[in-house]
């Protein structure tokens, strides 16, 4: 079992940054692939990107390529979504989760163990 724990959510204007940060405890991190995506009111849950195991390999969301960064510390079993540029469609639950396969993926449904969210507001 890996529980994860996002943390650094907030109220900030459009044109703003943040940065997520997902702990993990139970098993060390360098065994998944780590995903964020995000779950605004009504909607569904939208990939935001990903990372491959040994942090080598980033991918994204067309909608957040760019402004957002992925990366992840193994010997910290931290990863962490870095936010800017910020806009008010950001504005959603943001989830880490990770993967117990080799290959990253957009599809939630891949995904292993989840964190409980955090909620990102941005004001225009």
């Known amino acids: 079992q890996v529980q994860l724990v996002e943390s650094g959510g907030g109220l900030v204007q459009a044109g703003g940054s943040l940065r997520l940060s997902c702990a993990a405890s139970?098993?060390?991190?360098?065994?998944?692939?780590v995903g964020w995506f995000r779950q605004a009111p009504g909607k569904e849950r939208e990939f935001v990107g990903s990372?491959?195991?040994?942090?080598?390999?980033?991918y994204y969301a067309d909608s957040v390529k760019g402004r957002f960064a992925i990366s992840r510390d193994n010997a910290k079993n931290t990863a962490v979504l870095q936010m800017n540029s910020l806009k008010p469609e950001d504005t959603a639950v943001y989830y880490c989760?990770?993967?117990?396969?080799?290959?990253?993926?957009?599809?939630?449904?891949?995904?292993?163990?989840w964190g409980q969210g955090t909620q990102v507001t941005v004001s225009s």
């Open positions: 989760a990770a993967g117990g396969s080799y290959y990253t993926s957009r599809r939630p449904s891949s995904y292993d163990y």
């Open positions: 139970g098993r060390t991190l360098t065994n998944y692939v």
């Open positions: 990372i491959t195991r040994g942090g080598g390999v980033t």
